[in-house]
């Protein structure tokens, strides 16, 4: 069975940072993508950004150029960097794994980030 938990989420002023982070029970070496997702109050959820077995990366044009993924395989962990942050980016985030590219995802429980004055 695979476990994601999330953390480093928080209270954020406009304009701040926070980093965070997703610890797996596995080798990131096993999974073929994995990514980061958000769901504000009344939307659906909503890719953030992935990343490939490959080191490839994708963002969404909403957080291109603000938001940086990366994974350290030796510490099992997959982060979110996120910069410049907005009112508009508040929501629950949540980590994504995939073995294979259509397989089903494994989900962490998410974590709240809010950016506000």
Do not use: H
Request: hydrophobic share 35%; glycine share 10%.
């Amino acid at each position: 069975q695979v476990q994601l938990v999330e953390s480093g989420g928080g209270l954020v002023q406009p304009g701040g940072s926070l980093t965070l982070s997703c610890a797996a029970s596995r080798r990131l070496f096993d999974f073929n993508t994995m990514g980061w997702y958000r769901q504000a109050p009344g939307k659906e959820r909503e890719l953030v950004a992935t990343i490939s077995s490959g080191a490839t990366t994708n963002y969404a044009d909403s957080v291109k150029g603000r938001f940086t993924i990366s994974r350290d395989n030796a510490k099992n962990t997959l982060f979110l960097r996120m910069n410049s942050l907005k009112p508009e980016d508040t929501a629950v985030y949540y980590c994504n794994a995939r073995f294979l590219r259509f397989s089903d995802p494994y989900w962490g429980q998410g974590t709240q980030v809010t950016v506000s004055s």
